[in-house]
């Protein structure tokens, strides 16, 4: 049996995700060794001494990500309402949430991902199994103050006009970008990473791209202190819905950070 569905099916973890996380970051140790990847077989007929370092102040790692976010770019969510889009497990929820923000809807094409802590807190409104080209103010409840996006399989192109849609004026998106999923098949090498700093430059740039024309400006962007659990490189930038805002993120600041 892989090590994360043992963590799971056992109780040393709430869920094979969170597993995965936790392995990832070197926090699990097998009979003393600290196991490097999910994939790692356990002898489920012998006893394992596990060992696991609760490393995450979130429910997932994600919230690490957009906490770096929080901080580079001086954003405060206190008091706001904010739209989570590709929630998943709830990593950026729960940063949210313990930044102080009044409300948060998180919504997601999975089902049942969302961690029951947040799944039944009163700030939090989930929308499950929810196609994000769809979102409108009718879902957020009205225009929300902060938009955080983290998805997968599909490119943020797609879904920045509806989530410029939500969002009031002078308001506030983080956008974690995932190359992988913006450059194309053929960017990707070897296990699906894009190791080409020229591809990963291109990548952040369509995604900034298409929100300027759809209105926002591109205020900060870093690389995520966290790569994906695919190992490719991620970045995190910062959009304010256009009021007069000038922009302080050129082509050259985001070719040096890719080619980091």
Do not use: W
């Amino acid at each position: 049996m892989r090590i994360d569905v043992y963590l799971a099916a056992a109780g040393y973890t709430q869920s094979r995700k969170k597993a995965q996380d936790l392995i990832e970051a070197g926090a699990v140790k097998l009979d003393g060794v600290t196991v490097k990847k999910p994939s790692v077989t356990v002898n489920e007929a012998i006893e394992h001494k596990i060992e696991i370092e609760q490393v995450f102040r979130y429910v997932s790692r994600g919230g690490m990500k957009l906490e770096a976010a929080l901080d580079a770019f001086k954003i405060s969510v206190n008091r706001k309402k904010a739209v989570d889009v590709g929630a998943s497990t709830g990593g950026f929820t729960d940063c949210l949430l313990q930044r102080g923000a009044a409300r948060v809807i998180a919504v997601d094409a999975g089902v049942g991902q969302m961690h029951e802590s947040l799944r039944s807190d009163k700030r939090v409104k989930t929308v499950e199994h929810f196609n994000a080209r769809e979102l409108d103010t009718e879902i957020t409840e009205g225009p929300c103050d902060v938009a955080v996006a983290d998805v997968s399989f599909i490119s943020q192109t797609y879904i920045i006009p509806q989530i410029a849609s939500v969002l009031d004026s002078g308001g506030v998106f983080i956008s974690l970008i995932k190359p992988q999923f913006e450059a194309g098949r053929s960017a990707l090498g070897k296990n699906g990473v894009v190791t080409n700093s020229a591809y990963r430059f291109l990548a952040a740039k369509r995604v900034i791209e298409c929100a300027c024309e759809n209105g926002f400006d591109c205020t900060g962007f870093i690389r995520s202190p966290i790569e994906g659990g695919d190992g490719n490189k991620e970045y995190l930038a910062c959009f304010v819905k256009r009021v007069c805002v000038r922009p302080t993120v050129d082509d050259k600041q985001i070719k040096y950070i890719t080619a980091l």
